[in-house]
Protein backbone atom coordinates (compact mmCIF):
# COMPACT_ATOMS: atom_id res chain seq x y z
CA UNK A 1 0.00 0.00 0.00
CA UNK A 2 1.68 3.17 -0.73
CA UNK A 3 2.27 5.87 2.21
CA UNK A 4 0.81 8.46 1.71
CA UNK A 5 3.25 11.59 2.64
CA UNK A 6 3.59 13.28 5.76
CA UNK A 7 3.15 16.95 4.50
CA UNK A 8 0.43 16.50 2.64
CA UNK A 9 -1.23 14.48 5.87
CA UNK A 10 -0.16 17.70 7.81
CA UNK A 11 -2.02 20.23 4.77
CA UNK A 12 -5.13 17.89 4.93
CA UNK A 13 -5.38 18.36 9.29
CA UNK A 14 -4.70 22.20 8.84
CA UNK A 15 -7.84 22.55 6.52
CA UNK A 16 -10.08 20.46 8.35
CA UNK A 17 -9.20 21.96 11.24
CA UNK A 18 -9.78 25.32 9.20
CA UNK A 19 -12.77 23.79 7.76
CA UNK A 20 -14.37 23.19 11.33
CA UNK A 21 -13.39 26.09 13.02
CA UNK A 22 -14.71 28.53 10.36
CA UNK A 23 -18.17 26.35 10.46
CA UNK A 24 -18.36 26.24 14.18
CA UNK A 25 -17.77 30.41 14.46
CA UNK A 26 -20.69 30.51 11.92
CA UNK A 27 -22.93 28.03 13.24
CA UNK A 28 -22.11 28.09 17.03
CA UNK A 29 -21.06 31.81 17.20
CA UNK A 30 -24.31 32.63 16.63
CA UNK A 31 -25.94 34.86 19.88
CA UNK A 32 -29.58 35.27 20.39
CA UNK A 33 -30.19 38.33 18.77
CA UNK A 34 -27.93 37.57 15.26
CA UNK A 35 -31.73 37.00 13.49
CA UNK A 36 -31.99 40.25 13.95
CA UNK A 37 -28.60 42.14 13.29
CA UNK A 38 -28.04 40.41 9.73
CA UNK A 39 -29.11 40.84 6.72
CA UNK A 40 -31.12 37.02 6.65
CA UNK A 41 -33.98 39.29 8.89
CA UNK A 42 -34.87 40.87 5.37
CA UNK A 43 -34.96 37.36 3.62
CA UNK A 44 -36.63 35.68 6.94
CA UNK A 45 -39.35 38.18 7.16
CA UNK A 46 -40.02 38.60 3.27
CA UNK A 47 -40.45 35.04 3.02
CA UNK A 48 -42.83 35.12 6.05
CA UNK A 49 -45.30 37.57 4.76
CA UNK A 50 -45.71 35.41 1.44
CA UNK A 51 -45.80 32.14 3.23
CA UNK A 52 -48.65 33.99 5.08
CA UNK A 53 -50.36 35.89 2.17
CA UNK A 54 -49.09 39.55 2.80
CA UNK A 55 -46.72 41.82 0.18
CA UNK A 56 -43.28 40.75 0.95
CA UNK A 57 -42.53 44.23 -0.51
CA UNK A 58 -44.99 46.59 2.28
CA UNK A 59 -43.14 49.15 4.58
CA UNK A 60 -45.60 48.77 7.40
CA UNK A 61 -45.75 45.11 7.17
CA UNK A 62 -42.23 44.48 6.90
CA UNK A 63 -41.80 46.78 10.06
CA UNK A 64 -44.43 45.10 12.56
CA UNK A 65 -42.75 41.43 11.77
CA UNK A 66 -39.26 42.82 12.22
CA UNK A 67 -40.52 44.58 15.37
CA UNK A 68 -42.00 41.22 16.51
CA UNK A 69 -39.17 39.26 16.61
CA UNK A 70 -36.98 42.11 18.78
CA UNK A 71 -35.73 44.19 15.48
CA UNK A 72 -34.97 47.80 16.92
CA UNK A 73 -33.87 50.22 14.16
CA UNK A 74 -35.36 52.07 11.37
CA UNK A 75 -36.14 51.99 8.46
CA UNK A 76 -37.13 47.92 8.45
CA UNK A 77 -35.00 46.09 6.34
CA UNK A 78 -36.69 45.25 2.93
CA UNK A 79 -35.05 43.16 0.54
CA UNK A 80 -34.87 44.97 -2.81
CA UNK A 81 -33.78 41.49 -4.91
CA UNK A 82 -36.74 41.04 -7.29
CA UNK A 83 -38.96 37.97 -6.72
CA UNK A 84 -37.00 35.61 -9.31
CA UNK A 85 -36.23 33.29 -6.45
CA UNK A 86 -38.52 33.37 -3.36
CA UNK A 87 -39.72 29.98 -3.56
CA UNK A 88 -36.45 28.85 -3.51
CA UNK A 89 -36.47 30.04 0.64
CA UNK A 90 -39.80 29.77 1.17
CA UNK A 91 -39.58 27.38 3.90
CA UNK A 92 -38.28 30.36 5.74
CA UNK A 93 -42.39 31.30 5.80
CA UNK A 94 -43.14 28.71 8.61
CA UNK A 95 -40.09 28.87 11.12
CA UNK A 96 -38.48 30.79 13.66
CA UNK A 97 -35.70 33.25 13.61
CA UNK A 98 -33.00 31.24 14.89
CA UNK A 99 -33.80 28.24 13.60
CA UNK A 100 -34.34 29.71 10.09
CA UNK A 101 -30.82 31.80 10.62
CA UNK A 102 -29.09 28.53 11.77
CA UNK A 103 -30.05 26.35 8.99
CA UNK A 104 -29.79 29.49 6.53
CA UNK A 105 -25.97 29.74 7.80
CA UNK A 106 -25.59 25.82 7.27
CA UNK A 107 -26.34 26.11 3.75
CA UNK A 108 -24.12 29.33 3.10
CA UNK A 109 -21.19 27.18 4.38
CA UNK A 110 -22.41 24.28 2.16
CA UNK A 111 -22.43 25.89 -0.44
CA UNK A 112 -18.90 27.76 0.39
CA UNK A 113 -17.65 23.85 0.28
CA UNK A 114 -19.01 23.09 -2.71
CA UNK A 115 -17.71 25.69 -4.60
CA UNK A 116 -14.36 25.37 -3.57
CA UNK A 117 -14.63 21.85 -4.67
CA UNK A 118 -16.33 22.36 -7.99
CA UNK A 119 -13.52 25.23 -9.15
CA UNK A 120 -11.17 22.55 -8.00
CA UNK A 121 -12.71 20.46 -10.38
CA UNK A 122 -12.83 23.03 -13.15
CA UNK A 123 -8.74 23.35 -12.83
CA UNK A 124 -8.53 19.74 -13.80
CA UNK A 125 -7.67 18.69 -9.88
CA UNK A 126 -4.43 20.50 -10.21
CA UNK A 127 -1.81 19.15 -7.64
CA UNK A 128 -1.62 22.63 -6.45
CA UNK A 129 -3.82 23.53 -3.13
CA UNK A 130 -5.01 27.31 -4.05
CA UNK A 131 -8.45 26.37 -4.44
CA UNK A 132 -8.57 26.46 -0.60
CA UNK A 133 -7.97 29.96 -0.24
CA UNK A 134 -11.92 30.21 -0.97
CA UNK A 135 -11.83 28.87 2.73
CA UNK A 136 -10.39 32.27 3.72
CA UNK A 137 -10.67 34.50 1.19
CA UNK A 138 -12.34 37.84 2.67
CA UNK A 139 -15.06 38.64 0.54
CA UNK A 140 -16.68 35.20 1.19
CA UNK A 141 -16.16 35.38 4.70
CA UNK A 142 -17.61 38.30 4.77
CA UNK A 143 -20.45 37.05 2.62
CA UNK A 144 -21.14 34.07 5.13
CA UNK A 145 -21.05 36.11 8.18
CA UNK A 146 -23.05 38.61 7.00
CA UNK A 147 -25.80 35.43 5.63
CA UNK A 148 -25.79 37.36 2.42
CA UNK A 149 -26.74 35.78 -1.26
CA UNK A 150 -23.27 36.01 -2.82
CA UNK A 151 -22.60 32.44 -1.83
CA UNK A 152 -25.51 31.34 -3.78
CA UNK A 153 -23.81 33.69 -7.00
CA UNK A 154 -20.42 31.93 -6.59
CA UNK A 155 -21.61 28.53 -6.83
CA UNK A 156 -23.73 29.34 -9.90
CA UNK A 157 -20.66 30.99 -11.25
CA UNK A 158 -18.47 27.65 -10.29
CA UNK A 159 -21.50 25.29 -11.40
CA UNK A 160 -21.66 27.42 -14.89
CA UNK A 161 -17.33 26.81 -15.24
CA UNK A 162 -17.60 23.00 -15.07
CA UNK A 163 -21.03 22.67 -17.30
CA UNK A 164 -19.88 25.13 -19.71
CA UNK A 165 -18.94 23.00 -22.60
CA UNK A 166 -20.29 19.34 -21.68
CA UNK A 167 -23.83 20.34 -20.49
CA UNK A 168 -24.66 24.25 -21.95
CA UNK A 169 -28.44 23.96 -21.15
CA UNK A 170 -27.42 23.17 -17.54
CA UNK A 171 -25.23 25.47 -17.42
CA UNK A 172 -27.14 28.34 -18.73
CA UNK A 173 -29.94 27.26 -16.50
CA UNK A 174 -27.38 27.00 -13.19
CA UNK A 175 -27.13 31.40 -13.78
CA UNK A 176 -30.92 31.90 -13.01
CA UNK A 177 -30.75 33.19 -9.38
CA UNK A 178 -27.96 35.66 -10.76
CA UNK A 179 -31.13 37.82 -11.82
CA UNK A 180 -31.35 38.75 -8.03
CA UNK A 181 -28.67 41.12 -9.15
CA UNK A 182 -28.72 41.34 -12.63
CA UNK A 183 -26.14 44.81 -12.47
CA UNK A 184 -23.71 42.84 -11.04
CA UNK A 185 -23.29 40.41 -14.25
CA UNK A 186 -24.70 43.00 -17.19
CA UNK A 187 -20.83 42.89 -19.13
CA UNK A 188 -21.32 38.78 -18.69
CA UNK A 189 -24.91 38.89 -20.05
CA UNK A 190 -23.84 40.85 -22.88
CA UNK A 191 -20.83 38.48 -24.00
CA UNK A 192 -23.52 35.65 -23.45
CA UNK A 193 -26.04 36.88 -26.39
CA UNK A 194 -22.94 37.62 -28.79
CA UNK A 195 -21.60 34.36 -28.24
CA UNK A 196 -24.65 32.46 -28.67
CA UNK A 197 -25.51 33.66 -32.08
CA UNK A 198 -21.71 33.96 -32.90
CA UNK A 199 -21.27 30.25 -32.08
CA UNK A 200 -24.96 29.71 -33.41
CA UNK A 201 -25.15 27.37 -30.05
CA UNK A 202 -28.69 28.57 -28.67
CA UNK A 203 -28.84 25.75 -25.63
CA UNK A 204 -26.75 27.78 -23.04
CA UNK A 205 -29.13 30.91 -22.95
CA UNK A 206 -32.07 28.56 -23.36
CA UNK A 207 -31.26 27.09 -20.14
CA UNK A 208 -31.11 30.38 -18.76
CA UNK A 209 -34.66 31.41 -20.00
CA UNK A 210 -35.91 28.11 -18.97
CA UNK A 211 -34.80 28.01 -15.87
CA UNK A 212 -35.97 31.49 -15.10
CA UNK A 213 -39.68 31.29 -16.72
CA UNK A 214 -39.80 28.58 -13.92
CA UNK A 215 -38.85 30.27 -11.36
CA UNK A 216 -40.71 33.17 -11.92
CA UNK A 217 -43.82 31.26 -12.84
CA UNK A 218 -43.06 29.21 -9.58
CA UNK A 219 -42.88 32.47 -7.50
CA UNK A 220 -46.54 33.91 -9.27
CA UNK A 221 -48.13 30.60 -8.13
CA UNK A 222 -47.65 31.91 -4.74
CA UNK A 223 -48.50 35.92 -5.05
CA UNK A 224 -49.88 37.09 -9.03
CA UNK A 225 -49.66 40.53 -8.12
CA UNK A 226 -45.61 40.02 -6.67
CA UNK A 227 -44.07 41.72 -9.70
CA UNK A 228 -46.45 44.86 -9.24
CA UNK A 229 -45.66 45.41 -5.49
CA UNK A 230 -42.05 45.30 -6.51
CA UNK A 231 -42.04 47.47 -9.06
CA UNK A 232 -43.96 50.33 -6.33
CA UNK A 233 -41.06 49.40 -4.20
CA UNK A 234 -38.38 50.48 -6.34
CA UNK A 235 -40.57 53.80 -7.08
CA UNK A 236 -40.56 54.66 -3.47
CA UNK A 237 -36.98 53.09 -2.71
CA UNK A 238 -34.09 55.87 -1.61
CA UNK A 239 -31.75 53.48 -2.69
CA UNK A 240 -30.77 56.04 -4.98
CA UNK A 241 -30.30 58.36 -2.84
CA UNK A 242 -27.12 56.51 -0.63
CA UNK A 243 -23.70 56.64 -1.56
CA UNK A 244 -22.57 52.83 -1.84
CA UNK A 245 -19.08 51.91 -1.89
CA UNK A 246 -18.77 51.38 -5.87
CA UNK A 247 -16.88 53.20 -8.06
CA UNK A 248 -19.97 54.30 -10.08
CA UNK A 249 -21.35 56.01 -7.01
CA UNK A 250 -18.26 57.55 -5.72
CA UNK A 251 -17.58 59.14 -9.64
CA UNK A 252 -21.23 60.66 -9.04
CA UNK A 253 -21.17 62.32 -5.38
CA UNK A 254 -17.38 63.25 -6.75
CA UNK A 255 -18.85 65.13 -10.29
CA UNK A 256 -22.03 65.73 -8.84
CA UNK A 257 -24.36 63.91 -6.49
CA UNK A 258 -27.67 64.81 -8.42
CA UNK A 259 -26.70 63.29 -11.39
CA UNK A 260 -27.65 59.68 -11.24
CA UNK A 261 -27.31 58.81 -14.70
CA UNK A 262 -23.23 59.26 -13.68
CA UNK A 263 -22.64 56.00 -11.51
CA UNK A 264 -24.19 54.18 -14.96
CA UNK A 265 -21.27 55.23 -16.63
CA UNK A 266 -18.73 52.72 -15.13
CA UNK A 267 -21.35 49.58 -16.09
CA UNK A 268 -21.99 50.72 -19.86
CA UNK A 269 -18.33 51.41 -20.39
CA UNK A 270 -17.94 47.80 -19.32
CA UNK A 271 -20.48 46.33 -21.43
CA UNK A 272 -19.09 47.88 -24.22
CA UNK A 273 -15.59 47.15 -23.48
CA UNK A 274 -16.98 43.34 -22.79
CA UNK A 275 -18.50 43.30 -26.49
CA UNK A 276 -15.38 44.84 -28.12
CA UNK A 277 -13.19 42.19 -25.94
CA UNK A 278 -15.46 39.25 -26.96
CA UNK A 279 -15.69 40.00 -30.57
CA UNK A 280 -11.63 40.57 -30.50
CA UNK A 281 -11.13 36.79 -29.43
CA UNK A 282 -14.47 34.98 -30.44
CA UNK A 283 -12.41 32.47 -32.71
CA UNK A 284 -10.84 31.76 -29.69
CA UNK A 285 -13.46 32.29 -26.81
CA UNK A 286 -13.12 30.18 -23.42
CA UNK A 287 -15.10 31.09 -20.51
CA UNK A 288 -12.83 30.03 -17.94
CA UNK A 289 -10.02 32.00 -19.23
CA UNK A 290 -11.46 35.37 -21.10
CA UNK A 291 -14.82 34.90 -19.39
CA UNK A 292 -13.00 35.42 -16.11
CA UNK A 293 -11.91 38.41 -16.57
CA UNK A 294 -15.50 39.99 -18.06
CA UNK A 295 -16.69 38.44 -14.37
CA UNK A 296 -14.39 40.72 -12.86
CA UNK A 297 -14.50 43.45 -15.00
CA UNK A 298 -18.43 43.06 -14.05
CA UNK A 299 -18.00 43.55 -10.75
CA UNK A 300 -15.83 46.52 -11.00
CA UNK A 301 -18.30 48.40 -13.04
CA UNK A 302 -20.96 47.46 -11.06
CA UNK A 303 -23.36 50.86 -9.81
CA UNK A 304 -24.94 48.96 -7.10
CA UNK A 305 -22.73 46.10 -4.88
CA UNK A 306 -21.25 45.48 -1.76
CA UNK A 307 -17.77 44.33 -0.74
CA UNK A 308 -19.72 40.69 -0.28
CA UNK A 309 -20.90 40.59 -3.83
CA UNK A 310 -17.05 40.69 -4.45
CA UNK A 311 -17.43 36.36 -3.31
CA UNK A 312 -18.15 35.82 -6.85
CA UNK A 313 -14.81 36.88 -7.95
CA UNK A 314 -13.11 33.51 -6.13
CA UNK A 315 -12.89 31.06 -9.42
CA UNK A 316 -11.05 34.73 -11.32
CA UNK A 317 -8.67 34.31 -8.24
CA UNK A 318 -7.87 30.91 -7.54
CA UNK A 319 -7.43 30.62 -11.66
CA UNK A 320 -5.02 33.51 -11.89
CA UNK A 321 -3.16 32.50 -8.35
CA UNK A 322 -2.97 29.11 -9.98
CA UNK A 323 -1.40 30.29 -13.29
CA UNK A 324 0.93 32.88 -11.60
CA UNK A 325 2.09 30.85 -8.81
CA UNK A 326 5.61 31.28 -9.98
CA UNK A 327 5.57 35.29 -9.79
CA UNK A 328 6.49 36.37 -6.64
CA UNK A 329 4.43 39.93 -6.99
CA UNK A 330 1.82 38.33 -7.74
CA UNK A 331 1.62 36.58 -5.14
CA UNK A 332 2.50 39.80 -2.81
CA UNK A 333 -0.30 41.77 -4.38
CA UNK A 334 -2.91 39.41 -3.45
CA UNK A 335 -1.60 39.11 -0.09
CA UNK A 336 -1.49 42.88 0.30
CA UNK A 337 -5.14 43.20 -0.87
CA UNK A 338 -6.68 39.98 1.36
CA UNK A 339 -5.13 40.91 4.07
CA UNK A 340 -6.13 44.54 3.96
CA UNK A 341 -9.99 43.21 3.85
CA UNK A 342 -9.18 40.98 6.51
CA UNK A 343 -7.96 43.59 8.78
CA UNK A 344 -11.11 45.41 7.88
CA UNK A 345 -13.52 42.33 8.93
CA UNK A 346 -11.70 42.20 12.05
CA UNK A 347 -12.07 45.60 13.01
CA UNK A 348 -15.62 45.67 12.01
CA UNK A 349 -15.39 48.35 8.86
CA UNK A 350 -19.29 48.97 7.83
CA UNK A 351 -19.44 47.64 4.30
CA UNK A 352 -21.46 50.84 3.58
CA UNK A 353 -18.29 52.28 4.81
CA UNK A 354 -16.70 54.48 1.74
CA UNK A 355 -13.26 52.64 2.60
CA UNK A 356 -15.05 50.02 0.71
CA UNK A 357 -14.84 51.56 -2.86
CA UNK A 358 -10.96 50.40 -4.00
CA UNK A 359 -11.69 46.85 -3.47
CA UNK A 360 -13.37 45.94 -6.67
CA UNK A 361 -11.36 47.59 -8.37
CA UNK A 362 -8.47 46.49 -6.88
CA UNK A 363 -9.16 43.24 -7.65
CA UNK A 364 -9.50 43.94 -11.21
CA UNK A 365 -5.70 45.61 -11.38
CA UNK A 366 -4.43 42.20 -9.65
CA UNK A 367 -6.34 39.77 -11.99
CA UNK A 368 -4.91 41.44 -14.89
CA UNK A 369 -1.31 41.35 -13.55
CA UNK A 370 -1.64 37.82 -12.67
CA UNK A 371 -2.74 37.28 -15.93
CA UNK A 372 -0.06 39.03 -17.47
CA UNK A 373 2.65 37.00 -15.16
CA UNK A 374 1.33 33.74 -15.42
CA UNK A 375 3.32 30.89 -16.39
CA UNK A 376 3.58 30.14 -20.08
CA UNK A 377 1.49 27.26 -21.11
CA UNK A 378 2.69 24.46 -23.59
CA UNK A 379 4.49 26.01 -27.06
CA UNK A 380 5.05 29.20 -25.27
CA UNK A 381 8.32 30.45 -23.78
CA UNK A 382 9.64 33.60 -21.95
CA UNK A 383 12.69 35.37 -22.60
CA UNK A 384 13.06 38.93 -20.73
CA UNK A 385 10.09 41.29 -21.40
CA UNK A 386 9.24 39.23 -24.52
CA UNK A 387 6.94 35.91 -25.01
CA UNK A 388 7.80 33.65 -27.29
CA UNK A 389 5.38 31.31 -28.85
CA UNK A 390 6.04 28.45 -31.08
CA UNK A 391 2.95 26.87 -33.07
CA UNK A 392 2.78 23.74 -34.60
CA UNK A 393 4.75 24.23 -38.17
CA UNK A 394 5.84 27.56 -37.76
CA UNK A 395 8.54 29.71 -36.75
CA UNK A 396 8.26 31.13 -33.34
CA UNK A 397 6.80 34.63 -33.00
CA UNK A 398 7.86 36.58 -30.58
CA UNK A 399 5.66 39.10 -29.21
CA UNK A 400 6.64 42.33 -27.30
CA UNK A 401 6.01 43.58 -23.80
CA UNK A 402 2.75 45.22 -25.11
CA UNK A 403 1.40 41.85 -26.62
CA UNK A 404 2.20 40.34 -23.60
CA UNK A 405 0.35 42.99 -21.88
CA UNK A 406 -2.84 42.42 -24.42
CA UNK A 407 -2.54 38.86 -23.17
CA UNK A 408 -3.94 39.47 -20.14
CA UNK A 409 -6.11 42.60 -20.88
Given at each position: ?11 A ?12 I???G ?39 V ?29 T ?18 V ?43 Y ?14 F ?10 C ?8 F ?53 L ?29 R ?15 V ?17 P ?11 S ?17 M ?36 R ?10 G??P ?9 D???
Open positions: MKRIPARKVAAGIVLVGVVLVGCVVFLDKDAATNKDFLQYWTAEQLLAHGGNPYDFAATLRVERSGFKEYPPLITLSPPVAFFLALPLGWVKPMGLTQWMLLLFACMLASVWVWLVQGRPQSRYHLIGIFFPPVLRCLIAGQLGIFFLLEIAVFLLQKSRPFWAGAALVCTLKPHLFLPFVVMVLWSWKREFRMAAGFLAALAASCGLTLLLDRHIWGQYEALMHSSSIMNQFLPTFGVWRFLIDPNAKWIEFIPEVAGCVWAAWYFWTREAWDWADQGLLVLVSVACSPYSWYTDQAVLLAVVIGLTESERMKSLVLFGVIAGIGLVAMANILLTSGFMVWTAPAWLVWYVYARHERTPKDGERAGNSLEIKTEQAKTCTFLTVFRGF
